[in-house]
T-cell receptor, first 114, second 110 residues
Framework: DTEVTQTPKHLVMGMTNKKSLKCEQHMGHRAMYWYKQKAKKPPELMFVYSYEKLSINESVPSRFSPECPNSSLLNLHLHALQPEDSALYLC?????????????FGSGTQLSVL | GQNIDQPTEMTATEGAIVQINCTYQTSGFNGLFWYQQHAGEAPTFLSYNVLDGLEEKGRFSSFLSRSKGYSYLLLKELQMKDSASYLCAVQNNAGNMLTFGGGTRLMVKP
């Protein structure tokens, strides 16, 4: 199994809603990542978890709250989002955070904030 | 900081060869990745270079010159399915943090 699975694939939410994005991998990877990608732009790193601990937060607003319940799961909790937060949210994993470890990406959640 | 430049768009003909360039200026360097991304899909790994030189993998090759801050991805015998965005990403010294370039959208025409 070399897949990173993200759910849901599409999400539409209002600015007062609370929702969660989910990511799962069963490759035994110990590093997991959240990226945000706007249309025709490159992915931008949001958070990095290493061995279930948050190791990097790229100055992301608190309306995005990551959670890593175990080594296979990564969540992104969303609350009070703005329309400009509409984007493709990509989860990725790698064996660990050492050099040359390629990232495996999920197919993303396309988020629209109304 | 990181500055990674790629051409925004390229067009090539089926069966031809195309070279996609990437130049970078980064505060630390631990390797360079190339990813392919079809519209609406996840990026998929193509190649990794950490030493100077050419890495060949089937129809795809990637070259790196660390002294020049330069890489290219070479695609041979182009197929229609190669139409996609190609992302150059630099890994910094902090360990597996990737910074992506803006991506090059390649259109392959018959």
């Amino acid at each position: 199994d070399t897949e990173v699975t993200q759910t849901p694939k599409h999400l539409v939410m209002g600015m007062t809603n609370k929702k969660s994005l989910k990511c799962e991998q069963h490759m035994g990877h110990r590093a997991m990542y959240w990226y945000k990608q706007k249309a025709k732009k490159p992915p931008e790193l949001m958070f990095v978890y290493s061995y279930e601990k948050l190791s990097i937060n790229e100055s992301v607003p608190s309306r995005f709250s990551p959670e890593c319940p175990n080594s296979s799961l990564l969540n992104l909790h969303l609350h009070a989002l703005q329309p400009e937060d509409s984007a493709l949210y990509l989860c990725a994993s790698s064996r660990d955070r050492k050099s040359n470890e390629k990232l495996f990406f999920g197919s993303g959640t396309q988020l629209s904030v109304l | 900081g990181q500055n990674i430049d790629q051409p925004t768009e390229m067009t090539a003909t089926e069966g031809a060869i195309v070279q996609i360039n990437c130049t970078y200026q980064t505060s630390g360097f631990n390797g360079l990745f190339w990813y392919q991304q079809h519209a609406g899909e996840a990026p998929t790994f193509l190649s990794y270079n950490v030493l100077d030189g050419l890495e060949e993998k089937g129809r795809f090759s990637s070259f790196l010159s660390r002294s020049k801050g330069y890489s290219y991805l070479l695609l041979k015998e182009l197929q229609m399915k190669d139409s996609a965005s190609y992302l150059c990403a630099v890994q910094n010294n902090a360990g597996n943090m990737l910074t992506f370039g803006g991506g090059t959208r390649l259109m392959v025409k018959p």
